[in-house]
């Protein structure tokens, strides 16, 4: 079965600091999806990123970025120069492939709060 | 361009009455996904639809629990006699395509059983 571990609860930081939410999956399909979406205030899921298990380069976007380590089974992202704006929960998921159906597994999330 | 949608955003209603939600995915989206978050957790997957078939249901969604998807356009949830239990917010998603897709979430319904 599909597990995703996000051990961090909550972290606050200062504005401009770097942070990063770590992300731990067990699977046991060779081709998988890892995804991370931000849940704000408001409550609606918004996706960040997607990754499959094929493509283990490191992506940068702008001030994200994410570090997919296969030999860990970790998928970390980290936010670099931190804004007020960062403040939200983060959900790293996994996706199995293989004719499945494609469903998110979730972590529990990670409250973030950045205070000015 | 418009994302998913869901109706209502809130309900609040009490423990024995049924409720019905409805989710709006994106325009050609073939799949449709409901998911389940209670406070504190994240999404748990509960049902999946490509275009109009029911493909997949959780051992989450009880027997009082049923999802439809007509046409394959828009899907309906509803719950009857709810419980206490099934106060949390009933995520709707939708993606276009099997494989390497994403999958996109409205707004949610936020459910409170009285």
């Known amino acids: 079965a599909q597990k995703v571990t996000q051990a961090q609860t909550e972290i606050s930081v200062v504005e401009k600091e770097d942070v990063t939410l770590d992300c731990v999956y067990e699977t046991r399909d060779t081709t998988y999806y890892l995804f991370w979406y931000k849940q704000p205030p408001s409550g609606e899921l918004v996706f960040l990123i997607r990754r499959n298990s094929f493509d283990e380069q490191n992506e940068i976007s702008g001030r994200y970025s994410w570090n997919f380590q296969k030999s860990t089974s970790s998928f970390n992202f980290t936010i670099t120069a931190s804004q007020v704006v960062d403040s939200a929960v983060y959900f790293c998921?996994?996706?199995?492939?293989?004719?499945?159906?494609?469903?998110?597994?979730f972590g529990k999330g990670t409250l973030l709060t950045v205070n000015p | 361009d418009t994302g998913v949608s869901q109706d209502p955003r809130h309900k609040i209603t009490k423990r024995g009455q049924n409720v019905t939600f409805r989710c709006d995915p994106i325009?050609?989206?073939?799949?449709l996904y409901w998911y389940r978050q209670t406070l504190g957790q994240g999404p748990e997957f509960l049902t999946y639809f490509q275009n109009e078939a029911q493909l997949e249901k959780s051992r989450l969604l009880s027997d009082r629990f049923s999802a439809e998807r007509p046409k394959g356009s828009f899907s309906t949830l509803e719950i009857q006699r709810t419980e206490q239990g099934d106060s949390a917010m009933y995520l709707c998603a939708s993606s276009l395509r099997a494989g390497l897709d994403t999958q996109y979430f409205g707004p949610g319904t936020r459910l409170t059983v009285l």
């Open positions: 998921a996994l996706s199995e492939g293989g004719g499945s159906n494609y469903k998110l597994t």
């Open positions: 325009s050609e989206h073939n799949r």
